[in-house]
């Protein structure tokens, strides 16, 4: 069993948004691996980083990762930190890994600077810019199709990435 996609990207990328209308247009099931922590932890996940760190975070993120590639066959989203782990980064080969690119501009509009997200906190357009640079080499050299979804409608991204599916491999 393996998905038939697995998107990745920084916050604010659309992985949630864009994973959801592609599973429907595919006809499959989406799944979240950070909706799959807070399932396990019943925990939110700024939660999970403020009582039990980062490192917990992280250990429990690699596991929803190695979790979902062994039992999905819909569309997966990765947090945006996910392929930080070198054994995610090996478990994504062979996977059909789809970068979303976003600009910083946009991923700031979407997640907003009142942002609940945990590495967001101080200064979330600062530690955004940060956060894209750091793993920028990393998503595009996990990706067999990138998608860019600044300025983009839904509808648009999710053709384009469905059309790239069906002429990759």
């Keep these: 069993m393996s998905p038939r996609a697995v998107l990745i990207g920084p916050p604010g990328s659309g992985k949630t948004t864009i994973g959801v209308a592609l599973a429907a247009l595919l006809g499959v099931d989406f799944r ?12 939110p996940v700024g939660d999970i980083f403020v009582d039990d760190g980062e490192a917990r975070f992280r250990e429990l ?27 995610t980064q090996e478990l994504l080969a062979g996977h ?8 910083l501009e946009e991923a700031v509009k ?14 979330p357009r600062s530690q955004l810019r940060k956060l894209m640079a750091e793993r920028l080499p990393i998503y595009q050299r ?9 300025g ?18």
Excluded: C, M
């Design 96 to 103: 059909r890994v789809v970068y979303l690119d976003v600009s």
């Design 32 to 43: 979240d691996t950070d909706a799959d922590i807070v399932l396990k932890t019943g925990k």
């Design 110 to 123: 979407r997640v907003g600077l009142n942002s609940v997200r945990p590495l967001l906190v101080f200064n």
């Design 61 to 87: 993120e690699r596991a929803a990762v190695r979790d979902a590639l062994a039992e999905h066959d819909g569309v997966l989203a990765l947090g945006g930190g996910a392929i930080l782990a070198p054994e």
């Design 152 to 169: 983009r409608a839904e509808d648009e991204v999710v053709a384009e990435i469905a059309a790239a599916l069906e002429t990759v491999r």
């Design 142 to 150: 996990l990706a067999e199709i990138t998608a860019a979804t600044t």
